[in-house]
């Protein structure tokens, strides 16, 4: 058969740090293989990536993965990952699963390519080792498989259904993360339909102690349904609990899902939506998120839950009286009609309750935010007297939500109680009419069978306006989430080096809501490992140049090209992890210095986070610091200086090594003395990069290879620091406003020495 005559590609001999059966497996590598056939399996499915990008994107600290973290990756990646154990069986019928992934009893992966079987009988697995030289493939008879295969197989395929991140949120969506757990709410729901039948029980157990027991007084009869009521009370303690706890894990794995959900829709929103949105108002929008999550797993799953009863109690209460039945439905209908009738105006009471608590959480944010600000100018009175109109503005629309809820509850309240005392009223008079004893104990337990039933349906009566609650709370996340997300956020795009040419061709862009361009058909050219200085008046369109080059607004016409490519073409994320960017302002995230550097590269070594500290100069006052490299950095960075901030920024951008820099206005919040420090390690760091310094003090910019002038958007002129002075007016003015006593100082000591000489 041909399946048995394929042969590995390097079957003629063995190679070093190869085993006896031909598998490269060195002990550095085996446990980074099962990343090294992720990526063989991607390839073969037409998707490009790297184990570097795979790292990147889960934040591992490094490249060795178990089985259950190498298909959170895969699905990470975009493809469906399952984690199998099969036999020999097993194996021959996976069919078109190929390629999968295996691991061997050493710790090593590999590809599995093909099963060859003839009728059933097994002959050998076609492998492939990702360590191994490209195309390289291995024949493995069946014996020899056995021997060194755990039995671990992960199935690995293109994903094509719409990721969760890319669905818009809404109702649906949250009842689809819950229906996802079929298998658990599949046993939720037995155990609440064991539950219904159990709940019968003690209620037969009345009718037939009243019938049966008193009235023929059967001590025989007593002992049986006694010794029947515990053991059922048994049961339900058994099947309350796990109904209990299996909920419980059903709302946590959702939990789960919602918060990745929500945090994977706020990071693919562009950047200009939170420019123009407040904090705190986003804030209060996520929180609202939990309020729906709380009502699909509480009240209406738990109502649709406690409303399995009447699948057993409804037919039993007919048996018992059909007109006794109908009493009580009927009073049911007419509470519904009443919460229908009261929804508008419920629904807008909610609409200005969650108005009012978004303002008051915007100022809160704000002000706790703004502390530093709200001390100095000690505006703590201004503050508090914001804060009490806020608060009673909430307290009021409360109060009126309250009163209107109120009054929905005591319209439902006698309904409720002549919904169960009402049809009791009637049985009794019909039971004095017929004088029938046994009609009286089946009265008795149709009037706990009617409580019982009456509950789930108030319940179900309830989620009308529960359900609006919900579907307000859905409106305002939903208007924050379903925002349009940011372009080119995903898995595509060109992830090829970056070289660091940068081209502007004719570019054009206008923000939102302005009337006038901020960039004004630019064009401009940076050859690779020149320094390009930017200057300009405030307004000029400076930082908006940085911003299109990093792809945070992607409305522009024209052309912005790196290395001859679009910037529109590349991957986002892999765009943005090749350009080093330092701002006036940088954040540094609440943890540890060697944290904060490494914080883009979460595998970087120590190594690499001390080249990083001294390459930005900030080496030289970490080691004066107790803790060093361990140094606890706090919210705000309150223990670091401008300078330390700055350095540390730089550091952090420098450990992916980028090829292009961009500094935006990094010097200008600094002392001189640290000014000149950062400047100094810029001049250092830029050797062999391109980078793009923005500084309104053009005395840092002056050894720039070449300073690019704007005005209103448009460019004057682009040349080293001496031209400009000659032929550029604007570019000259500025430099005397700031350096003019400087060279009128010198000129006058010229003039002093030439008048002594004479």
């Known amino acids: 058969m041909a399946s048995t005559e394929i042969l590995p590609a390097n079957a ?52 060795a993965v178990d089985y259950d973290g190498l298909v959170h990756c895969a699905r990470k990646a975009g493809f469906k990952a399952r984690l ?53 493939e291995l024949f493995v008879d069946w014996l020899r498989f056995q021997e060194i295969w755990t039995g671990e197989l992960v199935l690995v395929r293109r994903n094509y259904d719409l990721k969760d991140e890319e669905q818009p949120f809404s109702l649906s969506l949250i009842a689809a993360l819950i229906f996802r757990e079929r298998r658990l709410a599949r046993d939720i729901a037995i155990c609440a339909l064991i539950l219904s039948l159990i709940a019968l029980a003690p209620i037969l157990y009345y009718q037939l102690m009243m019938s049966k027991v008193i009235t023929y007084r059967a001590m025989d009869t007593f002992t049986v349904l006694s010794v029947g009521l515990l053991v059922f009370i048994v049961f339900e303690t058994i099947f309350g609990f796990l109904r209990s706890y299996m909920l419980q894990i059903l709302t946590s794995r959702v939990d789960v899902r919602l918060s990745e959900y929500m945090f994977d829709r706020m990071l693919a929103l562009p950047i200009d939506f939170y420019e123009r949105t407040e904090v705190g108002g986003v804030m209060f929008q996520v929180n609202e998120m939990w309020k729906i999550r709380s009502f699909l797993t509480g009240q209406l799953f738990g109502t649709v839950l406690d409303s399995m009863t009447l699948l057993f109690f409804l037919p039993v209460m007919f048996a018992f009286s059909p007109l006794l039945t109908f009493i009580v439905l009927g009073f ?58 806020l608060v009673a503005r909430v307290a009021k629309t409360l109060d009126r939500q309250a009163k209107i809820a109120a009054i929905v509850q005591t319209g439902v309240r006698p309904l409720e109680r002549l919904a169960v005392v009402g049809s009791y009223g009637v049985g009794v008079y019909m039971a004095l009419v017929t004088n029938d004893p046994a009609y009286t104990g089946s009265l008795f337990a149709f009037l706990l069978l009617s409580q019982r039933v009456a509950g789930p349906l108030m319940q179900m009566a ?22 349009p997300r940011e372009e080119g956020i995903g898995d595509g795009g060109v992830r090829k080096p970056l070289v660091g040419h940068v081209e502007f061709s004719q570019v054009r862009f206008t ?8 960039i004004d058909d630019v064009s401009f050219e940076i050859p690779v490992g020149m320094t390009l200085g930017v200057v300009g008046r405030s307004g000029s369109g400076k930082t908006t140049l940085t911003r299109l080059l990093q792809r945070l607004h992607s409305e522009y016409e024209g052309l912005i090209k790196i290395d001859g490519v679009d910037v529109r073409e590349y991957n986002v994320a892999h765009l943005r992890r090749n350009l080093g960017v330092v701002l006036q302002e940088n954040f540094l995230f609440r943890g540890t210095i060697r944290e904060n550097i490494m914080a883009a590269k979460p595998n970087a070594t120590f190594d690499d986070v001390v080249r990083a500290a001294r390459l930005s100069g900030a080496e030289e006052f970490i080691d004066r610091l107790p803790r060093g490299y361990d ?33 935006d206005e990094a010097t200008s919040a600094l002392d001189p003395d640290s000014e000149s420090i950062v400047n100094d390690n810029i001049r250092k760091i830029a050797k062999g990069r391109t980078v793009i310094v923005i500084s309104h003090r053009l005395s840092s910019l002056v050894n720039s290879d070449a300073i690019l002038v704007l005005e209103r958007g448009k460019v004057l002129d682009v040349a080293p620091h001496r031209v400009l002075l000659e032929r550029c007016e604007i570019y000259r003015g500025l430099w005397l406003q700031q350096n003019g006593h400087i060279e009128a100082a010198a000129t006058n000591r010229a003039a002093a020495r030439g008048a002594s000489l004479v």
Request: proline share 3%; glycine share 8%; aromatic share 6%.
């Open 332 to 389: 049911c209908g007419l509470i519904v009609v009443w919460l229908v009738a009261m929804l508008p105006t419920f629904r807008e009471a909610t609409g200005r309750v969650i108005e009012a608590q978004t303002a008051r959480g915007s100022f809160l944010y704000q002000t706790v935010a703004g502390m530093r600000t709200v001390k100095s100018l000690a505006l703590e009175s201004r503050q508090r007297r914001e804060w009490d109109i």
């Open 462 to 483: 309830q989620l009308i306006t529960q359900g609006d609650e919900a579907r307000a709370a859905v409106g305002v996340v939903s208007k924050f989430l379903n925002q």
């Open 84 to 136: 199998v154990h099969l036999d020999w069986e097993g194996l021959t019928q996976i069919g078109k699963a190929v390629p999968a992934i295996v691991r061997l009893k050493t710790g090593a992966s590999l590809v599995l390519a093909r099963v060859a079987a003839d009728n059933g009988a097994p002959l050998g697995v076609l492998l492939h080792d990702p360590n191994a030289a490209e195309g390289a």
């Open 631 to 663: 140094t606890y950095i706090y919210e705000g960075s309150p223990n670091l200086s401008g300078g330390q901030r700055q350095r540390l920024a730089i550091a952090r951008c420098m450990i992916l090594d980028p090829k292009i820099l961009i500094f």
């Open 511 to 518: 923000y939102k809501g302005a009337l006038s361009p901020a």
């Open 12 to 63: 003629a001999g063995r190679s070093k740090g190869s085993d006896d059966k031909g598998f490269h497996h060195d002990a550095g590598q085996k446990h980074k293989s099962a990343l090294e056939c992720l990526c063989l399996v991607a390839a073969h499915h037409a998707h490009a990536i790297t184990v570097d990008e795979i790292v990147r994107d889960n934040a591992l600290s490094d490249q």
